[in-house]
């Protein structure tokens, strides 16, 4: 078993959890230094002097980068498959909850592994809140129910590297990429229950709330901007051909049409980032749109004959059509 820690400016937290690993496991311990500087020194000569191996960056390039220097020397100095569980280096995973990982791991290498906090008793308020709304997000554009999606307590099989080597992302979006592509990848998550733990209200995090969450929101933004152009788009479409023609079938037809193809452009680039629009992709992506297109046209033929605004029945039909629409193309479309 290999535990990766990576460290930007740590403090004696660090050289107690590698001492503590090294004296209850046979793990070997590999550190990366992300810049810390020279008045961190001190502390990663204590863990290499526990016989921890670690390896150091000129200067601080995020989380999601030490955690690839980390993977590409496993993958690098690994002789057999193994089991490789991250933590963080701020004492908040016990040794107990590593191994638990690590077992779990060696029981199914198949999966990703996740150490999931309760998040119940003294929680910072952040903490607890950027957690909830994350996972409340990644469950509707995946449809994987996990709870803990900003764990740095996580299991894998040397087997993943080369897919964890090809993730985007240098920072704390890295690891919130890793959950999103790992359906796509064929991986599967699951989830092993851990202690919530938090010191002196999370301090040490070096997580900027507004910067990284925007980086970790990403996807989810890109493919709002996306479906709101197109929607746009759509809407007034609908509006200028029920103005010339007033037959809402034809009107639907048409401004669907024509925005679902600025959609599929916008999708194929930015969201799902395929720059290679294949024949494949191309004819899914229509198919989804005429199946999109009845629903679409009867859910809101069905509304306004109820009685419901135009406006009004054209905005619910979109939302419920949204979420389904993002998890085709994520998993059929361009998957």
Wanted: with cysteine.
């Amino acid at each position: 078993m290999i535990i990766l820690i990576p460290a930007y400016e740590p403090d004696e937290k660090l050289v107690g959890i590698v001492q503590y690993i090294t004296h209850r496991t046979n793990a070997q311990v590999l550190v990366i230094d992300d810049g810390s500087g020279p008045a961190y020194a001190p502390y990663f000569e204590a863990v290499k002097g526990l016989g921890a191996t670690v390896l150091t960056h000129a200067v601080n390039r995020g989380k999601g980068a030490a955690l690839k220097t980390g993977f590409a020397y496993i993958r690098n100095m690994a002789e057999q498959e193994t089991v490789i569980v991250t933590a963080d280096s701020d004492g908040q995973h016990l040794v107990e909850d590593i191994a638990r990982v690590a077992v779990r791991v060696q029981a199914e290498p198949e999966r990703l592994v996740l150490g999931a906090r309760s998040f119940v008793g003294k929680v910072p308020a952040r903490s607890r809140f950027g957690n909830k709304v994350t996972a409340v997000l990644f469950r509707l554009a995946t449809g994987q129910p996990v709870t803990d999606t900003q764990t740095g307590l996580r299991g894998f099989s040397t087997q993943h590297l080369d897919w964890l080597l090809s993730l985007s992302g240098e920072r704390f979006e890295y690891e919130f990429n890793m959950l999103l592509d790992s359906k796509r990848a064929g991986f599967t998550l699951v989830e092993e229950p851990i202690q919530t733990i938090y010191i002196e209200e999370n301090k040490s995090s070096h997580f900027r709330p507004i910067r990284d969450s925007l980086r970790i929101y990403a996807p989810f933004v890109t493919f709002l901007a996306s479906s709101g152009a197109a929607a746009l788009l759509d809407m007034g479409l609908l509006v200028v051909m029920m103005t010339l023609t007033q037959n809402l079938l034809l009107s639907v037809i048409v401004a669907r049409l024509l925005s679902a193809g600025l959609q599929y452009l916008l999708n194929a680039k930015l969201v799902f980032h395929q720059n290679k629009r294949t024949v494949t992709s191309l004819l899914r992506y229509g198919l989804l749109v005429i199946t999109l297109l009845a629903c679409n046209a009867l859910l809101l033929q069905a509304l306004v004959s109820l009685g419901l605004g135009l406006v009004l029945a054209k905005v619910f039909t979109e939302v419920v059509l949204f979420l389904v629409s993002y998890r085709v193309q994520q998993g059929l479309v361009f998957g």
